[in-house]
């Protein structure tokens, strides 16, 4: 391929050393540069790209994508203002615009983008489609699937996904799309047919400098959208519902407390944890992505959770978009047992254990929430504090638990730090563990605190009894914490079935 045939895609500004070159593809990293490719200078927090193009060049490098002219290399050199954005752009054009042959589907959240984009993809496969799916847990092509490193891939990497699905012949792609991917320009050449936005809460701060600027960064996925486009937003969100009069694509609306939503939930059950209800669609919906018809029919779900019913309407409205059949909607619902540590009940015999990633001060009302609707004794938490977050959302996650703990009846809270089993990037601060403990002092909750995992997980287990609810809470410093009280049954109860037991690890990626 020749450079010209793509440069087309770029807002050049000057050119140096411009002459005729064949290319073989393009590099982000110095490190992957192959012959013939054309390296792209990108800016990063911790690192500028034009440091290592001489090592680019030296690799193989054919030309360059540049903020700023480099003198002392004589390769063909494209001055442009944005070289990430930049990257998006010449990705998709590489990739010959992979998006635009296929339903692209981006759902963004705080809470559930996992969740809904594993529901939604159900639902298509239920259907008989060959699908893809890229998000935090895996990247799946077809029957192929690998790990996820980033919840969404930058720019090139996702074009090359998105081009080897085409090649594969699929036909629908469900991906999930994070704030950073948003402020960062990765998804900025994707052509999305169906965006969502299902939630925003504190989180990310860090990476956003302010929660405005979390939500405007957020809220670019249902803002860019086009008119030939569809939205789906969620009325019991004040942020998503706000967002109705800010796109020009066609907007269609979940809820399940709002009364003026296109698609409601009603007739909630959720006393066994998992929940049935009505999905109520009061009209015919007319979209450009396809037609929503009226009526009413009874989904059971197979994850449980007050969340996984938010989840479920915003991936059942994607499934109708894309031709479902209430049939295969109730199947794929009914039989889609969830995604790991969201909301996962991973033993539920005397008493349950249910596995939840407790990440921000949302995800924990939505938790709790969810645990107040459901028929049990009494509820043991045991809680990892999160780590390398800062004291601000530490204290909002402390302050969302001492809220549910009188309707709860909790009075006390099984804390770790999980020294052992978390990476450097996870530890917690000693300022971090002291507004926990703080925030509990002041609301009377008693703290029975663990430096490791195994100690927290092993108290909580030693105080459950029949009919109770072990809650294991936690971001990344829980993420071993199933495997530990799986382990931990084993040896309480020998005569359990192991091979059951242990069931819920078999597909695990993170903690195994």
């Excluded at 704030?179 to 994707?190: I, M």
């Excluded at 169906?194 to 504190?202: A, G, K, L, P, Y």
């Amino acid at each position: 391929m020749k450079l010209t045939e793509i440069l087309s895609a770029l807002d050049v500004v000057d050119v140096k050393n411009e002459q005729a070159v064949d290319i073989t593809g393009l590099a982000y990293n110095s490190r992957k540069v192959e012959p013939g490719n054309v390296f792209v200078c990108i800016r990063g927090v911790k690192a500028d790209g034009h440091k290592f193009a001489p090592s680019a060049v030296e690799a193989g490098a054919v030309a360059l994508i540049v903020e700023e002219f480099l003198t002392e290399l004589a390769v063909p050199q494209y001055l442009v203002k944005d070289a990430r954005s930049s990257l998006a752009a010449l990705a998709d054009a590489y990739f010959d615009h992979p998006t635009q042959k296929m339903k692209t589907i981006g759902i963004t959240a705080t809470n559930g983008k996992t969740s809904t984009s594993f529901m939604a993809n159900a639902i298509l496969e239920e259907q008989g489609l060959k699908t893809g799916l890229i998000g935090t847990v895996v990247v799946k092509i077809g029957d192929k699937a690998e790990p996820s490193e980033l919840t969404t891939p930058e720019s090139l990497d996702l074009q090359r996904y998105f081009s080897e699905m085409v090649d594969a012949d699929i036909q629908h792609v469900v991906m999930e799309v994070s704030s950073s991917a948003l402020e960062l320009d990765r998804v900025g050449s994707v052509d999305f047919d169906i965006v969502t936005f299902n939630n925003i809460s504190r989180e990310h701060i860090d990476l956003h400098s302010s929660f405005e600027n979390y939500v405007m960064h957020k809220s670019k996925l249902v803002t860019r959208a086009g008119a030939d486009k569809v939205a789906i937003l969620n009325l019991d969100d004040a942020y998503s519902a706000a967002l109705q009069d800010q796109t020009e694509a066609q907007v269609v609306t979940i809820g399940v407390e709002s009364e003026e939503a296109d698609i409601r939930c009603t007739n909630l059950d959720l006393s066994t944890g998992r929940a049935t209800f009505t999905v109520a669609i009061a009209r015919t919906i007319e979209t450009p992505q396809g037609t929503i018809p009226q009526g009413d029919f009874t989904v059971t779900l197979g994850t449980p959770g007050y969340h996984s019913v938010y989840n479920s309407l915003v991936a059942i409205a994607i499934g109708l978009l894309c031709d479902a059949s209430v049939e295969t909607i109730q199947r794929a619902m009914e039989n889609f047992t969830g995604v790991e540590r969201r909301f996962e009940m991973i033993f539920e015999e005397s008493f349950k254990i249910i596995d939840d990633h407790f990440a921000n001060s949302g995800n924990i009302d939505i938790t709790l929430g969810t645990l107040e609707k459901m028929d049990y004794r009494n509820l043991k938490l045991v809680y990892a504090i999160r780590g390398d977050r800062g004291v601000t959302v530490n204290r909002e996650n402390a302050e969302a638990i001492a809220r549910w703990a009188p309707k709860l009846g909790l009075t006390e809270v099984i804390a770790t730090i999980s020294k052992s089993h978390v990476t450097a990037k996870d530890v917690v601060a000693e300022e971090e563990k002291a507004v926990f403990l703080e925030v509990m002092e002041a609301a009377g909750i008693q703290v029975h605190l663990h430096e490791e995992l195994p100690d927290a997980v092993k108290e909580g287990l030693s105080r459950a009894e029949e009919q109770d609810v072990v809650l294991l809470a936690g971001c990344q410093g829980m993420d071993y914490g199933a495997k530990f009280a799986l382990e931990q049954l084993a040896d309480m109860q020998p005569t359990l079935d192991r091979e059951k037991l242990f069931k819920p690890l078999a597909t695990r990626v993170a903690g195994v």
